[in-house]
Structure formats: structure tokens, C-alpha cells
């Protein structure tokens, strides 16, 4: 079926034909972050309970577990999409990503500080989808971005804390660009239907021999001596997520998780000046995140904030965020509000 401006394409999970407008500044349904995903490009908003550690601890409760506030607010603006072949069967979409995740101790009764934000964006991803609608396997796809940026920031009171506490380390510039490229299996392009998907992603430094973090002493960080990299210039997860068939109201059950293998970071936050460094060097370990939850489909609307999911999200490894991946054991477990 074709009409003016709108393709008829196969429905990922289902052997239905439904037709959406593809073209310039189109919404394609695939190729989007799942929802376990750590530093997704939608938005969420969660409340959690966190491992505390003196490092961010700005009121010194001295707590071991202790609650936060953090806001992700992603997007992946549209900017191509189409269908081809004799069935619409590929699809090919170009679109470009930015996020910047707050981490903030709102429950902190002085400053409510900001403990740290995270920074993305990239230039264009291309995102190829085959249909295949083959029992169990409904596509495929292959999502590659040439250039992404991460820079993250510690709160300044955090920051001021640090240096009038006499830490040896105040502040790690962490900073990198990397090259992001991810296969998918069964994309959910149909939000209604039962869909179990698959993805594997890799990132790869630009400059491998830069890392991904660096300590400058010129803008009075530190001394580059207590950090200690190592080379590993890549990052690599796994991720699966269900969706339950949609009822007659609106509402899926969903579930998402994510394996992730990354860096922990080579340095020691806890050090004060005139202490022996003996902390090691960088090592590899792996993450999980793991959201369940329900989600909300508005009806006759298929695009940007069409979908709303409330949940429970779980974290383990180490800390996501900024120039505290050097902390490891770091868990949480919170309520999860998100926009899609």
C-alpha cells in the first residue's frame, strides 16, 4: 500500500501492514534505546535508594545506603527515514542524539547539591533495519554512529568540598570521543504486539592512547601521577527486552536488562594530600541494569512521547556516573518514571 507520503511497511512482530510518514524529519520506530538501558536517549526520571561513599557524601551522614534524585533527558532527533524494496521490507533511517544525565541529592537539607552530570551526543547514526517476519525472527538491524562526545561534570559544591577537604584528586576530566555500533534483533517497531528483542553494541575510543579520562594539573585537578589507566579502549554490552502484547486500554508489561562490560576507573577519590597512592591501576568488570515495569501506549499515536512507563529499575557495578566510576560495588534500586 502506498499513499502520498506514506509507505506501507511490514509490522515488526505481526503480519499486519501498517502504513506511517517517512521522509524528511520522520519518526522511525526503530533503532531507539531500550529501556535499561544506562545512558539512554529518552527521558527518565528516577528516584533511588544508593550505595553512599564519603566521596559524595556532602552532609557526612556516613550512611551506607542513603536516597537521590536522577534525571536523564535524552532525544534522537529524526532526520530521514524510508522504506524500501518490493515490500517495503528495508528500511534505512538518519537521525542524531544528545543527552545529559543529572545526578542530584535533592534529600540533602542544605544545598541539595548536584553530584554530577553526564553529557552525550553524537553526530549522524544510520540505522539499517531488514523485515524479515519469520516465525521467531521478525528483522534485524544494524545502528552505527562515526563520532559520539561524553563529558562529565562534577557539582560545583561537590567540587569546592573537595578542595577546601585537602583531597589529592578535586576534580577528573572525563572526557573521550568514540565511534558506537549496535546489531538488534526483532526491533520493536510494533509497540502492540509481544515482542522479545536483542541487541549487542560496541564502543571504540578515537584516541586510544588518550583514554578515556585525564587529570590536569594546570587547572589544579591534581598530579596526573595518581592516575593510573590502563589500555582498553572499548566498551561493549548485551541487552534484552520483553513487551507484552498491548491490552484494549493501552496498557504492556515490560522488562529490560542490560549487561554491560566497561572500565573502572584507575585512581583513588578518597585520597588526601600528603597520603601514600597505592591504589591499581584501571581494570575491567561488568554492570547490570535490569527495569521492570508497565508501559502505556497512547492510541492512533505513534512518535515521540507516545509511550509511558512506570517501573522499578536495579543497578550493580560500578558507579555510572562521571569521575566516580573509579567506585566499585555500587548498587541501586528506585522508581522509574519514563517518556519515549
Same mark, same amino acid.
Given at each position: 500500500?502506498?499513499?502520498?507520503?506514506?509507505?506501507?511497511?511490514?509490522?515488526?512482530?505481526?503480519?499486519?501492514?501498517?502504513?506511517?510518514?517517512?521522509?524528511?524529519?520522520?519518526?522511525a520506530p526503530y533503532g531507539k534505546s531500550l529501556l535499561s538501558d544506562v545512558h539512554?536517549?529518552?527521558?527518565?526520571?528516577?528516584?533511588?535508594? *544508593?550505595?553512599?561513599?564519603?566521596?559524595?557524601d556532602f552532609a557526612a551522614t556516613g550512611k551506607s545506603f542513603r536516597p537521590s534524585?536522577?534525571?536523564?533527558?535524552?532525544?534522537?532527533?529524526?532526520?530521514? $527515514?524510508?522504506?524500501?524494496?518490493?515490500?517495503?521490507? #528495508?528500511?534505512?533511517?538518519?537521525?542524531?542524539?544528545?543527552?545529559?544525565?543529572?545526578?542530584?541529592?535533592?534529600?540533602?537539607?542544605?544545598?541539595?547539591?548536584?553530584? *554530577?552530570?553526564?553529557?552525550?551526543?553524537?553526530?549522524?547514526?544510520?540505522?539499517?533495519?531488514?523485515?524479515?517476519?519469520?516465525?521467531?525472527?521478525? *528483522?534485524?538491524?544494524?545502528?552505527?554512529?562515526?563520532?559520539?562526545?561524553?563529558?562529565?561534570?562534577?557539582? $560545583?559544591?561537590?567540587?569546592?568540598?573537595?578542595?577546601?577537604?585537602?583531597?589529592?584528586?578535586?576534580?577528573?576530566?572525563?572526557?573521550?570521543?568514540?565511534?558506537?555500533?549496535?546489531?538488534?534483533?526483532?526491533?520493536?517497531?510494533?509497540?502492540?504486539?509481544?515482542?522479545?528483542?536483542?541487541?549487542?553494541?560496541?564502543?571504540?575510543?578515537?584516541?586510544?592512547?588518550?583514554?578515556?579520562?585525564?587529570?590536569?594539573?594546570?587547572?589544579?585537578?591534581?598530579?596526573?601521577?595518581?592516575?593510573?589507566?590502563?589500555?582498553?579502549?572499548?566498551?561493549?554490552?548485551?541487552?534484552?527486552?520483553?513487551?507484552?502484547?498491548?491490552?484494549?486500554?493501552?496498557?504492556?508489561?515490560?522488562?529490560?536488562?542490560?549487561?554491560?562490560?566497561?572500565?573502572?576507573?584507575?585512581?583513588d577519590l578518597s585520597l588526601k594530600e600528603g597520603q601514600t597512592d597505592t591504589h591499581?591501576?584501571?581494570?575491567?568488570?561488568?554492570? #547490570?541494569?535490569?527495569?521492570?515495569?508497565?508501559?502505556?501506549?497512547?492510541?492512533?499515536?505513534?512518535?515521540?512521547?507516545?509511550?509511558?512507563?512506570?517501573?522499578?529499575?536495579?543497578?550493580?557495578?560500578?558507579?555510572?556516573?562521571?569521575?566516580?566510576?573509579?567506585?566499585?560495588?555500587?548498587?541501586?534500586?528506585?522508581?522509574?518514571?519514563?517518556?519515549?
Amino acid at each position: 500500500m502506498i499513499m502520498a507520503g506514506v509507505h506501507g511497511v511490514w509490522a515488526s512482530g505481526s503480519d499486519s501492514i501498517y502504513a506511517r510518514r517517512t521522509g524528511w524529519f520522520a519518526f522511525a520506530p526503530y533503532g531507539k534505546s531500550l529501556l535499561s538501558d544506562v545512558h539512554p536517549n529518552f527521558v527518565r526520571f528516577e528516584i533511588v535508594g *544508593n550505595s553512599n561513599h564519603p566521596v559524595y557524601d556532602f552532609a557526612a551522614t556516613g550512611k551506607s545506603f542513603r536516597p537521590s534524585v536522577q534525571g536523564c533527558f535524552g532525544f534522537d532527533l529524526p532526520i530521514w $527515514d524510508r522504506n524500501f524494496g518490493t515490500e517495503q521490507e #528495508y528500511g534505512l533511517c538518519i537521525s542524531m542524539t544528545a543527552s545529559a544525565c543529572l545526578w542530584m541529592d535533592l534529600f540533602e537539607s542544605q544545598t541539595s547539591p548536584v553530584i *554530577n552530570t553526564d553529557y552525550r551526543i553524537g553526530t549522524h547514526t544510520y540505522t539499517f533495519i531488514h523485515r524479515l517476519n519469520r516465525k521467531f525472527v521478525k *528483522n534485524y538491524s544494524i545502528a552505527w554512529c562515526p563520532f559520539k562526545h561524553e563529558s562529565t561534570h562534577i557539582g $560545583d559544591e561537590i567540587q569546592i568540598q573537595r578542595v577546601q577537604a585537602g583531597y589529592a584528586i578535586r576534580r577528573v576530566n572525563v572526557s573521550y570521543n568514540y565511534t558506537e555500533l549496535a546489531v538488534t534483533l526483532n526491533e520493536p517497531e510494533d509497540r502492540n504486539v509481544q515482542c522479545h528483542t536483542f541487541r549487542l553494541g560496541l564502543m571504540v575510543l578515537w584516541s586510544p592512547n588518550e583514554g578515556w579520562y585525564s587529570i590536569k594539573e594546570s587547572a589544579g585537578d591534581g598530579k596526573a601521577s595518581l592516575a593510573h589507566p590502563a589500555m582498553s579502549p572499548f566498551e561493549a554490552y548485551f541487552q534484552y527486552q520483553y513487551q507484552s502484547p498491548t491490552s484494549r486500554h493501552g496498557f504492556q508489561g515490560v522488562a529490560s536488562a542490560e549487561v554491560r562490560n566497561r572500565v573502572v576507573y584507575g585512581y583513588d577519590l578518597s585520597l588526601k594530600e600528603g597520603q601514600t597512592d597505592t591504589h591499581s591501576a584501571d581494570y575491567r568488570r561488568f554492570t #547490570y541494569s535490569i527495569f521492570l515495569g508497565m508501559r502505556y501506549n497512547l492510541p492512533g499515536y505513534d512518535g515521540y512521547f507516545s509511550r509511558f512507563a512506570v517501573g522499578a529499575r536495579l543497578y550493580h557495578g560500578n558507579c555510572p556516573f562521571g569521575h566516580y566510576r573509579a567506585i566499585d560495588n555500587y548498587s541501586q534500586v528506585g522508581l522509574s518514571l519514563v517518556f519515549q
